[in-house]
């Protein structure tokens, strides 16, 4: 009801929000990681409400567990067991029941059935807190469990050892992890367990001597092996046995029951755009399907460009770069970014900028053309490559759907199209059925730059015309909203480079009118016919008004010099449109024109430095033409006697007769349009309650004033603009007739 | 130093240039044939050798990004390095070690086109034999080489930086394919697709090379035809004496050094209406797949065996070309 009084959008407004959420989208930020881990879990949050509690209570069972318990079917540790385990698969624990579980699984309370089901369910929701592995690593120094529940914690922990959040402490402990070496059955575990641990400060004589004595007893085993050839590679000196140069797998596969479980958990968790998610910790894990090597939809992880490092250095490839460059797996947050921004650079596959809001800001910052080329080449073959509708019986249309949403949030983020994108746009729109992928594709659409290139139209307005043409109606008006975005683009980048060089806007200006200039035509073309094919929607009228909310206000709000009035096929529909919201945002944009027109008329006849055109006399008429037709509907009740529009509403008074219809003059005033029946009804009832005969001649005189004032009070705010602008009302006092059009 | 007499310079001449490329790398219908620049003469077919009658699987690449020529063998101590570790899946890999398998990078400087062409880029990849004998070859598991024929209409649009070699093609294990292209991805930033050859190009090949006249006896001129929408599948060979492939095509090409698109048609549309006549078959409604000549055979999937070292450029320009239009 109320559109023209929401507040206006300024230029540039338009795609701030989008701006503000990306830069929220903290690279690595743990926080939002977990806002929007929760965001995703929303719809789930009920379904685990219950599952929490009883994790909970589960949890504060085990905490207080004294003596040895046996577990019976039926028992309540056997239902707390369940709970713990079902709470694991689904959403993985949080890092506080880590400690509990470990304690109770290695102080050897229960049978070694409870201990394997428990550490087995030692799933991470997030992340382990170091603490409750070191103290597990005390539990399991005083040997109160089995030899196979110590087997089977370190294999877990060596699965889990990237999920732990810090490794100091562990580090610390690398002695007492080596002493257990001598454990024959653990040995090969605790071997890998070191060589994830082991740093060169670790590598000393007597270690060395230690592993070659267990590698006389027990033989060339390959976890000695690789250890020794870690201790070599930190210290060659110190290593001086020649090892076997040959290299085969070090370690078995001992990820255990927990791989296909983390990464289930994860999934889930992590909800429909796993895909966004992931690639922004920067931790793309593989797709587990099977892919083609060169055509994953994995979007880089961003690192640094070790190909440059070695050599470039001298080189000096950014002017003022200090000898170290900062890595971009340490760039996190904004202040980061400005800090170290004298010696950043690109990660070593441009792709993986797309999903990290930090490198975006820094490639708005450095106008380099190997950036844009790089990204070109880059996202041009994978749009190419993963296209559904391109590609026969390509299965991945969501991953494609994800990518084309990354690479649209990036140029809202950027505020500028990607020419790759560009490109792929006018190559596969004729042979798009409209249908696959459509909100992404259209939205794409809206950053296609205004460029001098003259050939828009075949590439562009003529598939974009056949597909809406032949679409439903809601196709038809996502392509009015995306075409209302375009133009609102083009005029904002257009807006910004006034600012920024008025010198050569002589050059770019008659570019950018013409340009759209075009698109305004093109739009006001497929409207008129849309809304003939689609008996004049209520739904597309709506659309198509709201682009020329933006049409009306060119001159004033974007400093262009053109103002294009809508075509006839749009205005008499909205004019005699049945719902007052259409009929409200008419009069809405009639005032625009109005105020537009009259500042260009002054500005003219000033000569201020205003941009010196002139709009054509045409451009005046057809308002004024409109102008006399609206305030002949809906307030001198003339329309049928005065409209001289050619398509207008003008009649002839003996064809007018042969209606037969009563009171037929004043039958599209503000009180009979059947857009405004409604108000006037209810206001008929506020003011006369008792009449049920709903007599409209009542409204006149004050009470025509007093039903404005209704009528403003119900929101119709554009009515209101319009009365007070284009109406010259003879005498406050009195009126109901006179009036007349102004301009 | 090209072998033969008479015949092989006019022929030289035959070979297909690139099409001019519309900003959407919409294609002209006509081929320009130019004169065989002097560099090609001089090509020593004894170099390439080995890229003949073997089975190449096709790909674009688009331009690398920061490659060196100068330090082709840090590049194979480090892709050796990669290999390696992907191959123990994760665990750490010492660079420079001796490993099983051996990468070798080098350049091969007679593939190339015009000025503005980079030399051809091979890539080696050799297991050492389990026997550790010092004096016993390494065996070559997989090759693959990255080539600019003519490949200007990339090349002189690149800025500094950009190393344009636009066509990859490969031989041996997919899963070496896949390692060394990731790669040449992580460290190149660029992009690796595989090319197709569709029917109207494989059309343009079988009329081109059918036209160019060998010392030796040749082959038989075949193409192949899938014929769609069938419960089994069924393929029809179509076999042509090259002597009446090339009188053929001698009837329909109007202007030496020039093809356009209506004299490809002429050609197909006379072996289809020959098939025709013999067989009541429409070969024109079933989809082309293969062609091969003395020249040449080239199939839908991308994967091409040239016979012929005379013919290698001309071919290989083909193939440029039909790579940087999958890139632009």
Known sequence: ?743 | SSNGSGGPRRLSRALPFGRSHGRLGVSSSGRLIVPAPSSQEKADPQKTAFLLRKAWTLYSVTPLYRFRRGRLRDYARLLGAFIAAEKQKGLAVEVGVELDIKVALSSLADLRGSELDQDALLVQLSSRSQASSKNSEDKVVWSGWFCSVFGDDLSENVPEHFTCLPLFLTHGAESYTSLVGSWFQKTFDCCFRRLAISPLNLSWMVAMWAGCKLDRAASAVELVFSVPRLAQPLDISYAIHPEDAKALWDTVQKTPGEITQEEVDVFMDCLYAHFHRHFKIHLSAAKLVKVSTGIASAQCDGIVKILHSQYLPGVLMLLTELAISQIQ
């Not at chain 1, 509690?53 to 540790?77: G, H, M, T």
């Not at chain 1, 296609?448 to 598939?463: A, G, R």
């Open chain 1, 1 to 743: 009801m109320q559109r023209s009084s929401r507040a206006r959008k300024q230029p540039l407004h338009a795609h701030h929000k989008s701006q503000t959420d990306l830069s929220a989208w903290r690279k690595g930020g743990t926080i939002d990681s977990e806002k929007s881990l929760q965001s995703h879990q929303s719809a789930n949050d009920q379904k685990y409400d219950s599952q929490e509690e009883s994790l909970e209570q589960a949890l504060s069972y085990f905490e207080k567990v004294q003596d040895c318990v046996a577990l019976k079917k039926q028992s309540v540790p056997q239902k707390h067991l369940d709970a713990v385990e079902s709470t694991a698969l689904k959403q993985g624990l949080p890092p506080e029941g880590f400690e509990i579980l470990l304690n109770i699984v290695l102080s050897g309370k229960f049978a070694d059935t409870v201990n394997t089901r428990l550490l087995k369910s030692l799933i991470p929701a997030s992340v382990i807190p170091e603490d409750s592995v070191v103290k597990a690593v005390s539990w399991l120094c005083v040997s109160k469990c089995s030899g196979n529940i110590k087997l089977l914690f370190l294999k877990w922990l060596i699965t889990m050892f990237d999920y732990i959040d810090h490794k100091e402490q562990l580090h610390a402990l690398y002695g007492i992890f080596f002493s257990f070496l001598q454990d024959e059955r653990l040995c090969p575990c605790i071997c890998h367990l070191l060589y994830l641990l082991t740093r060169k400060e670790h590598v000393n004589p007597f270690r060395i001597r230690r592993l070659l004595e267990l590698q006389a007893r027990m033989g060339m085993q390959s976890y000695l092996q690789a250890l020794l050839s870690l201790y070599k590679l930190f210290c060659p000196e110190q290593v001086t046995i020649t090892l076997p140069g040959k290299m085969k797998t070090y370690f078995k596969n001992s990820d255990g029951p927990w791989k296909a479980a983390i990464t289930a958990v994860r999934q889930r968790n992590q909800g429909p755009s796993s895909l966004s998610q992931t690639l922004f910790l920067g931790t793309a894990q593989p797709r587990s399907r099977k892919r083609k090597w060169n055509a994953q939809l994995v979007i880089p992880a961003s690192s640094a460009n070790t190909n440059n490092l070695e050599d470039d250095r001298e080189k000096c490839f950014y002017l003022y770069s200090t000898n170290e460059s900062f890595p971009l797996e340490q760039l996190h947050t904004f202040p980061q970014l400005l800090q170290n921004i004298h010696r950043l650079e690109f990660p070593s596959q441009m792709g993986s900028v797309l999903t990290n809001p930090l490198l975006l800001h820094y490639m708005n910052c450095v106008k380099d053309e190997s950036i844009y080329l790089r990204l070109y080449y880059w996202m041009g073959q994978m749009l190419q490559e993963e296209c559904t509708w391109c590609m026969v019986d390509n299965p991945y249309e969501e991953e494609f759907k994800s990518f084309l949403e990354t690479v649209y949030k990036a140029e809202c983020f950027l505020q500028e199209g990607f020419s790759a994108c560009e490109e792929f746009l006018y190559k596969t729109l004729p042979l798009w059925d409209g249908f696959c992928c459509r909100s992404e594709v259209l939205r794409l659409l809206s950053w296609i730059p205004l460029s001098s290139f003259s050939d828009i139209k075949s590439y562009l307005y003529d598939p974009l015309a056949q597909l809406f043409f032949t679409s439903s109606i809601y196709f038809k008006c996502s392509v009015l909203e995306s075409l209302k975005e375009l133009l609102q683009n083009w005029l904002n980048c257009n807006a910004i480079q006034v600012d920024l060089e008025s010198s050569s806007l002589n050059t770019t200006l008659s570019g950018l009118v013409n340009g759209v200039a075009e698109l305004v035509r093109f739009v006001g073309w497929i409207s008129t016919v849309g809304l003939r094919l689609e008996n004049n929607s209520m739904l597309l009228l709506y659309f198509i008004l709201d682009f020329y909310e933006i049409v009306c206000d060119m001159y004033l709000k974007y400093n262009l010099p053109l103002l294009i009035m809508l075509p006839a096929g749009i205005f008499y529909p909205a004019l005699l449109s049945m719902d007052s919201v259409n009929l409200n945002q008419l009069c809405y944009i009639m005032y625009r024109y109005r105020t537009n027109l009259v500042a260009a008329k002054e500005n003219e006849l000033c000569k201020k430095k205003m941009l010196q055109f002139k709009f054509s006399d045409q451009t005046y008429q057809v308002y004024n033409q409109y102008i006399i037709a609206m305030v002949g509907c809906l307030w001198t009740s003339s329309a049928f006697q005065k409209d001289i529009h050619p398509q207008g509403l003008h009649m002839d008074d003996e064809l007018l007769s042969k209606t037969a219809v009563k009171e037929l003059r004043n039958s599209f005033n503000i009180v009979y349009h059947p857009a405004m029946m409604g108000y006037s009804i209810q206001f008929l009832q506020q003011i006369c309650p008792d009449d049920t005969t709903f007599n409209f001649k009542l409204i006149k005189g004050k009470k025509w004033n007093w039903y404005l004032e209704y009528l403003y009070t119900q929101g119709l705010k554009g009515l209101k603009v319009f009365i007070e602008s284009s109406i010259s009302r003879v005498s406050q006092a009195s009126c109901n007739k006179a009036g007349n059009a102004e301009a």
